[in-house]
Structures are given as C-alpha cells and as structure tokens.
C-alpha cells in the first residue's frame, strides 16, 4: 500500500494564506482572544478559499467526527498515529473548516493528520480533505434537539459518503443504527465491504434509534444486537470489540488497554482510534502505551485535590453524555451542575429524557443556574439531593474521600474557574 503521496508546491496564494493564517492565529493569542485556531483559519480562508485543500494535499488525514466522544477519540487516534511520525490535529472545539485550516497551516508538513470534525460539517471536510480514513462515532440529540434531526443528520451523513465513493476508509459504529443506516449504502456498493470496519462501541443511548431511518418501521434489540422489523438494516458483524478492559482486533486478539480515561465509553473511543491507526498500518500493541499517555482533555476527567477531597469532573452535554457520566462515576458523593445559558440549550426539558436512578443511594448535590430544574426532576426520579450554592459548599458538605463532579458545558466552565482561582 502506498503510504505517502507526494508533496505539492504551494502556489503563492496559499502560501500567503497560511502565513496569514498562523499570524492571525499568534495576533489572537496575544491580545488575549483565545488560541486563535478559529480566527486565524477564517483570515487564512478569506484570502485563499482552497486552503483547507491544498494545506490537505499531500497529507494521509483521517477525520474523526459524532456526537459525542470526538474530542476524546481525536486525541487517541493522534496519539496513535504518532508511532508513524508528525501528526497534525486541532484544538479543541476549532472542530470547523476554519479550525481545520489553522491546524494544518500551524502544523507545517506533516505525512499526517487526524481531524475532530463537527458533524454538521463532515461533507465539507471531506471534500476538501479527501481523507484516507473517516471514523462515525455516534448521533444523538444535542442539547434541545430532536430525534428528527438525529435522522436527519444520518441521512447527510449518508450523502456525503455516497458523493465521495473512492478511495476512504469507514470506521463505524455498528452499535448505533443510525450510523449504520449512513454508512450502509457505502459498505454495500463497494465490492467486499472492504471499505469499511465496524468497531462495536456501543451505545449507552436508544431513545433516538428506536425507529429505522431507513423504513420507519421499529428497531428491535437482544443483547448487543438490533435489527428493523420492516427492512434488511440491522447491526453488521464488528471487526473490532470492547470486551472488559480491552479490545479485541479484527484477528480475534485480546489487547488489554490501560487509559488515564475512565470507563467503557473511553475503552471503546479508544477501540476505535486503534482501528483507525491500524488502517494506518500501526499495529495495536505500538499503539497501546501511546494511548496510555492521553491524560484529560480540556480539564474533561481531571482530578483535583481540595482539602481532602479528589474531586473529578465530568462534562455531560447531552442527554447520551449524561448517561455516559453516570457509568463513569465512581458511586461516590456526586454533585451535579446545570445551567441553561447559550452554548448549553436554553431548554432542560431534557432533563427528563435521561434516568438518574443509577445515583440512587449516593449523596447527591445540586448546583447551577437551573440547579431547581435538577432538583424537580430528582424528586421524580425519588431520589434525595442537596442543594448547594458554590462549589466551596459543595466540598464542605461531603466526607473527605471522592468527590465526582457531572456538568454541562458552562456549568463545567464554571467550576473550572472556580477550580483555578482557589488553586
Ligand atoms: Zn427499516
């Protein structure tokens, strides 16, 4: 298999562009904007609209993109990857075109890229990216969103792959139907189903995939398969498996893998970074210790130590994330945090979409601006709480041992300030 492609002379356009790009990108961080990877990959593509394409060029790329666990998935794959050498990947949160762009041109020459994209965006990327490999995590609903974007969504998915036939890899989840149904035409049109891997990844979350989006009829389930009562979609074969605390590879090897990542939902983002490396042509046991030194993400996962406490905090964005946290924490003191400000969704109806029970018989603390949502649906859900005002309460109400945190976005930020300044 060929492994690199020739490097390509920039034209001047694009040489300007990306200088501009970086510089755009430095001008932000010294005036305090942020880090620049947005800005700059917008000033970048304002003067050369092909960048992203010819900073692509030459490059093996592989685009990670889903609901939830991009983030974490990028960064294991990246880390992978870095057994063949340079890797170029964005920051976070600069998961669009204009991010892409300030990735790459900060980067330089690579031989390799591996890029979290929004899914709004994934055709876009693909495109102008034409990537080696393209990884499909999952699709729920973020924030207030409804089951019928989640279809929607796959059905765009679906399209992009279908205007992109040649030559890309597809690593999917085949526990998510609705990714399946995205990727299925691809996987069926192409002669051996060799253009893509499925990795069991599971899914935490049903409630958006209990009708087909293929022929609405329902999706049925027993144990870890699904399958539509109307049409031929159901759960294809995995390639790739979680199983207890590791992986097993399309050759029916177990690898145990050891993260600083916690829970199963991490095990299999790391399953398929591997299945991503792999495609790469990186063998699984190079790949492990790599994976070993991801540590947490953005503050995602970190521990802190206050006053005798381990406090760990969870970020929770969405209804599926949600019920990702509750098998993450550990059954100790829990505080929960919700605010309703912009980049959360201004509605907690959601709330009830999402059983708490598994924090029955826990102490339980509630914080937040819509702390008082949290707490009607904690009595539904019978389950006693506490109400606390300020982090330094919450610390003070609950024994010294662990304390794990659950928040959603701004909630998260929050804390992370409050985390910072008493530090
Ligand atoms: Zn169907």
Request: with cysteine; aromatic share 6%.
């Amino acid at each position: 298999m060929s492994t690199k492609k020739p490097a390509r002379r920039l034209t001047l356009r694009t040489r300007v562009a990306s200088t501009m790009t970086r510089g755009a990108a430095a001008l932000s961080r010294v005036t305090g904007r942020g880090d620049g990877s947005v800005i700059g990959g917008r000033v970048g593509l304002l003067v050369d609209p092909h960048l992203l394409a010819n900073l692509a060029e030459g490059r093996q790329i592989a685009l990670i993109s889903g609901t939830n666990g991009k983030t974490t998935t990028t960064r294991l794959a990246a880390a992978a990857m870095g057994v063949l050498g340079d890797v170029a990947t964005n920051s976070l949160g600069a998961n669009m075109p204009s991010g892409h762009t300030s990735a790459l041109a900060r980067a330089g020459h690579t031989a390799y890229a591996v890029l979290e994209v929004d899914e709004h965006y994934l055709a876009q990327v693909l495109a102008a990216t034409t990537p080696r490999v393209v990884a499909l995590l999952n699709l729920s609903r973020d924030q207030l969103d409804r089951a019928k974007e989640v279809a929607m969504m796959a059905s765009l998915w679906r399209d992009a792959l279908a205007a992109h036939a040649g030559g890309t890899h597809v690593v999917a989840n085949a526990d998510d139907p609705m990714v399946a149904w995205a990727v299925w035409d691809f996987a069926h049109a192409s002669a051996a189903d060799a253009t893509v891997t499925w990795v069991a990844a599971g899914q935490r979350w049903h409630d958006d995939s209990w009708v087909c989006p293929n022929c609405g009829a329902p999706v049925e389930r027993a144990g870890d398969e699904w399958w539509c009562t109307g049409c031929e979609l159901r759960r294809p074969d995995p390639q790739w498996m979680v199983k207890e605390a590791g992986v097993v590879d399309p050759t029916g090897a177990y690898h145990e893998v050891r993260l600083q990542l916690p829970g199963r939902v991490n095990r299999a983002n790391a399953a398929t970074a591997l299945a991503v490396a792999a495609q790469f042509g990186v063998a699984v046991g190079d790949a492990l210790p790599r994976l070993v030194e991801v540590t947490s993400i953005a503050g995602r996962y970190a521990t802190v130590v206050r006053d005798g406490r381990t406090i760990r905090l969870l970020l929770a964005k969405n209804p599926a994330g949600w019920l990702e946290a509750f098998d993450m924490a550990e059954p100790a003191p829990t505080l929960l945090s919700i605010n309703a400000r912009d980049p959360d969704g201004l509605d907690t109806s959601w709330l009830y979409d999402v059983d708490f029970s598994p924090l029955r018989g826990r102490q339980v603390l509630v914080t937040g601006d819509r702390a008082m949502d949290l707490a009607v649906r904690l009595e539904v859900n019978d389950i006693g709480f506490q109400h606390v005002t300020s982090f330094g309460q919450a610390i003070a109400a609950v024994p010294p041992g662990r304390l794990e945190v659950i928040a959603n976005y701004t909630a998260f930020q929050d804390i992370r300030t409050e985390l910072d300044r008493v530090n």
